[in-house]
């Protein structure tokens, strides 16, 4: 097979780098910069909007929400309808990405730039977004920092989790189940990759703690 040791050669240098990467905030935000500025990412803001399904959850779990996305990236695949959500506030790590989000012109919006892992919000909102970020985090940590997300939740409120193909990643698929129970599956989709579903995780404020 020509393309399988390269292939297998690529992914060990990436998953090297990104451990690197995650490693450092400063490091993690200039490898997610460089990625943004050489259009890695580019692919998910053409075509359906990745994020329609989590906007419709959203609508039916959390209606006229203030919404906390993070790790939003440029937010463009996110087609939240003015009207439907009270404000919408977007947070990365990358400022290119945060560059690109303000220059959409989203009304009722802001956004910032910071590391997700330790950022601490300054209110309470209705839905807090982890649209397909998760994985970028150390595993160990996940339980920990979702617990520590609840915290920020409106009463009534819903973190909603986007993640694609978490078949391949059991250990965070465990550690999303079993770190805030009774988390539930709103949602297992098998949108344009075939056998990599994405599945999308509620987890409800008044079920935590
Ligand atoms: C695969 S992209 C997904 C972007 C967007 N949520 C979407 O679904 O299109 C992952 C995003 O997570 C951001 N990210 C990764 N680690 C982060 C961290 N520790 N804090 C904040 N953002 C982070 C990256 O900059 C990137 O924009």
């Not at 690529?10 to 690197?20: G, I, N, Q, S």
């Not at 990358?94 to 910032?112: C, D, L, N, V």
């Amino acid at each position: 097979m020509a393309c399988g040791p390269s292939f297998r050669f690529r992914k060990l240098v990436e998953a090297k780098v990104k451990a690197l990467a995650r490693s450092s905030p400063r490091l993690n935000a200039a490898w997610w910069n460089v990625q943004y500025r050489l259009g890695l990412w580019d692919y998910l803001d053409g075509g359906t909007p990745t994020g329609r399904e989590i906007a419709e959850i959203v609508g039916e779990y959390a209606p006229e929400a203030s919404i906390l996305d993070l790790g939003c990236g440029t937010t463009i695949n996110l087609p939240l309808i003015p009207g439907t959500y009270r404000h919408y506030h977007g947070v990365d790590i990358s400022a290119k990405a945060i560059e690109q989000a303000r220059m959409i012109g989203r009304p009722h919006a802001t956004y910032e730039t910071a590391d997700i892992l330790t950022y601490a919000p300054q209110e309470a909102y209705d839905a807090i977004l982890l649209r397909e970020v998760i994985y970028y985090l150390p595993t160990a940590k996940v339980s920990g920092f979702l617990e520590r997300l609840s915290g920020f939740l409106a009463p009534g409120g819903v973190i909603l989790i986007q993640v694609w193909a978490g078949e391949t990643n059991p250990d965070l698929i465990a550690a999303i189940e079993g770190s805030t129970p009774p988390g539930m599956l709103a949602k297992t989709l098998e949108l344009d990759s075939p056998g990599h579903p994405m599945l999308y995780f509620l987890i409800k404020s008044d079920v935590i703690g």
